[in-house]
Nanobody, 129 residues
Framework: QVELVESGGGLVQAGASLRLSCAAS????????IGWFRQAQGKEREFVAA???????YYADSVKGRFTVSRDNAKKVATLQMDSLKPDDTAIYYC???????????????????????WGQGTRVTVSS
């Protein structure tokens, strides 16, 4: 059974950077989409970024140009580099893994929470103004 563990959250000032990691246990990692979502207090969980099994990346408009998602299949780790952080980025960040997927997936597929069957426990990111 695969487990996902996020780390790297914290409290930073606006304009700073943070690097979140998502470490997977278990055998399966490389054949799956890894997605990042976030949930701010009082709001619904929303898509942030994703990376397919081929390394294609996808971003929400709100983070495009500031966040970078990557993966290291050998280490079974995905990362979310977050630069130029804003107070609006304050949230709990979750990584998630899809079931085994085809090589090519659509933006709608990776952005839907229903795509993912394994979720981490979340890591809190707080950005002060």
């Amino acid at each position: 059974q695969v487990e996902l563990v996020e780390s790297g959250g914290g409290l930073v000032q606006a304009g700073a950077s943070l690097r979140l990691s998502c470490a997977a246990s278990g055998r399966a990692f490389s054949d799956h989409v890894i997605g990042w979502f976030r949930q701010a207090q009082g709001k619904e969980r929303e898509f942030v970024a994703a990376i397919s099994r081929t390394g294609t990346t996808y971003y929400a408009d709100s983070v495009k140009g500031r966040f970078t998602v990557s993966r290291d299949n050998a280490k079974k780790v995905a990362t979310l580099q977050m630069d130029s952080l804003k107070p609006d980025d304050t949230a709990i960040y979750y990584c998630a893994r899809s079931p085994r997927t085809a090589f090519f997936v659509t933006t709608d597929y990776v952005a839907s929470q229903r795509t993912y069957d394994t979720w981490g426990q979340g890591t809190r990111v707080t950005v002060s103004s």
